[in-house]
């Protein structure tokens, strides 16, 4: 089924491109706009009425927005996660160096330093010179009102966590900090800045937000101290417009990288994934988000400008720091007991769905944090040995290693060349996976009450199983496709599966709120050895009933060993050895309950258009990863160059 769909996807993209190249030839006395432009030194103008060549056109990796005049950060449905204004005008306290590992000040101007050896007081200095993108000063007064506004405002999903972790944030002067935390923290910085694509601590501006009700404001007029300024917008949300601020000196990437190069930048969605290609070979967009395997194949046939992060196989980045995979409400059944979910990962063909998903080009993962490189040469490697010898019920043992030697005979057959072999196998497919065990899927569930009547599974109380997963509409294209991959092989089990594709904000609100059974979400991330802080969010402490605003811990899951582990690490610094220690035996406690059931790490297929402008990173140009999404991405813009075409 997914085969066909992607055919289909591949068909459509050809058809329109044919038609394209049919219509320009059929007319040659007719040259398009950009050789009319290039020819008469006229310069071509953006439909937003932009030069082209002082513009930088980004695709908006979630689509269209609902509510293009919501930007409360704090509020469900915001625009703020990847339409320009989480990239481009919000700051955080401190960002990452994502190529070397490390956490560096930005708003802040220093790391916090512990002021005793309780671990639970600190002082950090802010930044002198920036300035709000409305001209007003940014001080440490916008930092602690913003803690004491998230402190006291139960509404905001970010408050129950918060408030687990920090009991007061103060302002001693206008550049100095000091933090008291409610138990000790050796995490500070990674806690409330960036350690992969943003942080939920948002620093607002007192000056607008003191004015306001900050359940009901929705921020349509936003600031930031970010080097652009929100210009304009489509009212419909399929497109934002930025323009670099006059005073850009008085923004973090001014005053710590210098001047961004695009005077404007629009962040821009064209619709359907063909609509997005065709985009990029007429150089109507700079860079892509998610796109798949096979429309990179017809880009970089069609557009000699076109790179992607590889020149060939992979082509795709599969250092992406958060994996996909298939994620459970746990406080629903039948989803509750630990063996239905065994059942549905026993029941899911991971090779088909590899080829189905993304031709194949999928690193695998069994295991709760993502199988990047540097995770995979601390735990994934290292846990070989145990996977093979754990057991389910009835002394099953589930794991098999065979995946990267049968993927490479898989791609082999599909005419792929230049493949992996030997040691390679592992660190580009992974270390293995669970077994396609249809048997002994069906002794789980049998045992546990369900009854199978023709070729349909039953619930223990008689009724069909009809099982719907939540998947992403038209944006983060691996867990979309991902969802209906692994639809069709439990429909082959026996189970009827819907796919129920979202918009982002109900896709993201619906997990928050647990309005889901499954999902295809990516609860499990991690970019550092020490992946304390985004296992963080499981602890039990954070499970709330359905209906309300999770503030982590989506999944419902309740652990008592994994919630105890997690408060020893808090303890712990990042160098402790206990710590990859203590990270291992959390991934076994996932292993046993599979709440979430890792399947792939993330491939990034999002090109770029060198046509109009050079200095895009790739794997021979790493100053960062192609993450456009994060919010990183404002430090990119001093790399570009323009090309000089019009």
């Not at 930005?106 to 512990?114: C, D, Q, T, W, Y």
């Not at 039990?540 to 060993?561: A, F, I, L, M, T």
Request: overall charge neutral; aromatic content about 12%.
């Amino acid at each position: 089924m997914r085969r066909r769909q992607a055919n289909i996807i591949f068909c459509l993209i050809m058809s329109a491109v044919l038609l394209l190249t049919a219509c320009t030839d059929a007319v040659p006395q007719n040259p398009t706009a950009t050789d009319k432009n290039e020819s008469s030194g006229t310069v071509k103008m953006t439909d937003v009425g932009t030069p082209r060549n002082e513009t930088l056109i980004v695709d908006i990796l979630n689509g269209r927005q609902a509510d293009p005049q919501s930007m409360n950060p704090y509020m469900p449905g915001s625009v703020h996660t990847s339409a320009g204004l989480h990239q481009l005008m919000q700051s955080h306290l401190w960002e990452i160096d994502t190529v070397k590992g490390e956490q560096i000040p930005n708003l802040a101007a220093s790391m916090p330093e512990p002021l005793d050896n309780t671990n639970t007081k600190f002082r950090f200095k802010v930044q002198e010179g920036l300035a709000w993108s409305d001209g007003v000063e940014f001080t440490a007064k916008d930092i602690e009102f913003t803690s004491d506004l998230v402190l006291k405002t139960k509404e905001f999903g970010f408050n129950g966590f918060y408030t687990s972790m920090v009991k007061t944030m103060k302002a001693v002067d206008n550049y100095t900090i000091e933090v008291e935390t409610v138990k000790p923290e050796t995490r500070l910085a990674q806690r409330l800045g960036v350690v992969i694509y943003g942080n939920s601590f948002k620093i607002l501006p007192k000056h607008i937000w003191e004015k306001e009700d900050p359940t009901k404001f929705k921020f349509s007029n936003p600031i930031g101290v970010g080097p652009y300024k929100l210009k304009d917008r489509d009212p419909q949300g399929y497109w934002f417009l930025y323009e670099k601020r006059e005073d850009w000196k008085k923004s973090d990437v001014g005053k710590l990288a210098g001047e961004p190069i695009p005077k404007y930048i629009l962040f821009k969605s064209y619709g359907p994934e063909e609509k997005r290609i065709i985009a990029a070979i007429q150089h109507d967009m700079d860079v892509l988000q998610d796109i798949t395997p096979e429309s990179w194949d017809i880009l970089r046939k069609k557009n000699e400008f076109a790179r992607a992060w590889y020149k060939n196989f992979p082509y795709a980045t599969m250092d992406d720091p958060c994996q996909r995979g298939m994620s459970f409400n746990t406080s629903k059944a039948p989803y509750n007991n630990p063996d239905v979910r065994w059942a549905l990962a026993l029941a899911t063909d991971i090779k088909n769905v590899s080829m189905a998903t993304f031709g194949g080009m999928l690193r695998v993962s069994p295991i709760q944090v993502p199988p990047i490189a540097v995770l995979q040469t601390n735990y994934h490697k290292p846990m070989v040995d145990w996977l093979k010898s754990f057991e389910i019920s009835g002394g099953y043992k589930p794991f098999e290693e065979s995946y990267g030697k049968d993927m490479v005979d898989m791609l082999k057959q599909q005419g792929i060349k230049d493949l992996p072999a030997n040691n390679q196998l592992v660190d580009t497919f992974g270390i293995g996976w669970w077994k396609y065990d249809t048997v002994k899927a069906s002794e789980l569930l049998t045992k546990n009450g369900f009854t199978k009547k023709g070729e349909k599974w039953h619930k223990p109380d008689g009724s069909p199983w009809q099982l719907t997963i939540n998947a992403p509409a038209n944006f983060e294209i691996q867990s979309m496709r991902l969802a209906f991959a692994v639809a069709d092989t439990w429909r082959k089990f026996g189970i009827d599966v819907n796919v129920q594709q979202m918009d982002s904000a109900t896709f993201g609100t619906s997990e928050s709120t647990g309005a889901f059974e499954v999902g295809s979400y990516w609860p499990s991330c991690g970019l550092l050895p020490d992946t304390t802080v985004q296992m963080q969010s499981w602890h039990k402490q954070y499970v709330v009933e359905n209906g309300k605003q999770s503030p982590g811990n989506r999944n419902r899951w309740s652990n008592d060993r994994v919630s105890q582990l997690l408060d020893d690490l808090q303890g712990m610094k990042s160098s402790d050895p206990a710590v990859i220690k203590n990270i291992t035996e959390i991934n076994k406690e996932f292993v046993k309950e599979l709440p979430f059931i890792p399947m792939f790490g993330t491939s990034k297929f999002v090109p770029v258009d060198t046509y109009y402008w050079e200095g895009f990173q790739t794997s021979e140009n790493a100053y960062e990863g192609p993450w456009w999404w994060w919010s990183q991405f404002k430090y990119y813009l001093p790399h570009l160059k323009p090309t000089g075409k019009k």
